[in-house]
């Protein structure tokens, strides 16, 4: 077993039961694995990281890796903001909307908006999560594959993963960026996705998939 942990971070609605499959390739590679399980609705990401960093102060392993769906990957950029002082590791998204998300504000318009995003309106999903600092190697990974509820939301930008366009997973300072045929949720089922997120844990890269 590698003395490095991986985080995992489920995403908007979950409760990382759906990392399952994710959490054995990741597992099956030598990785230490502990998973963060957060109310998605009533916290904002920036609560949530808190709650995120009181977690891994307790992994006793000098490196630690973020593998995080959706929402996961901006409660990790809170993280990495707010408490700046994290050990060595890389950092994996999967679907994350680094810019503003349509899907995100045109539920936000309806009237039963507030229910279905939860505090995460003003707190990320609509883009003013912080920018990334570039002092960990991040990667992101997009879908491509429209299928899911999200295609009930009109005019999410194409290409998309069914709620999150690839132009939405990209930032600033992300080190690398890959899209995989997948839907929003079948980027957690995809077995080329957990290659790439093995990939850029070990190098830094998913030039090599």
């Not at 045109?106 to 229910?115: C, Q």
């Not at 899209?179 to 949720?185: C, G, L, P, R, T």
């Not at 070990?202 to 030039?207: L, S």
Request: hydrophobic content about 40%.
């Amino acid at each position: 077993m590698r003395n490095e942990t991986v985080v995992l971070i489920h995403g908007l609605w979950m409760n990382g039961w759906d990392m399952s499959l994710l959490r054995s390739r990741i597992q099956d590679n030598g990785y230490n694995i502990t998973q963060f399980s957060y109310n998605s609705l009533n916290r904002t990401p920036r609560e949530n990281a808190v709650l995120l960093q009181q977690k891994i102060q307790k992994i006793d392993t000098p490196i630690i890796h973020f593998v995080c769906h959706s929402l996961g990957g901006l409660i990790v950029r809170y993280l990495f903001s707010d408490f700046p002082e994290q050990k060595p590791g890389r950092v994996v998204t999967l679907g994350t909307p680094h810019k503003p998300s349509y899907a995100a504000y045109r539920l936000s318009t309806l009237p039963f908006g507030n229910l279905l995003l939860g505090k995460n309106i003003e707190n990320g999903l609509l883009g003013n999560a912080p920018k990334w600092g570039g002092t960990h190697e991040l990667g992101s990974i997009a879908g491509s594959l429209r299928f899911g509820l999200g295609v009930l939301i009109p005019n999410v930008p194409l290409p998309n993963d069914g709620t999150v366009s690839i132009d939405e997973t990209k930032m600033e300072k992300m080190k690398d960026h890959k899209i995989v045929n997948a839907s929003h949720f079948g980027l957690l089922l995809s077995s080329k996705a957990a290659h790439l997120c093995i990939e850029f844990i070990k190098n830094g890269t998913f030039k090599s998939i």
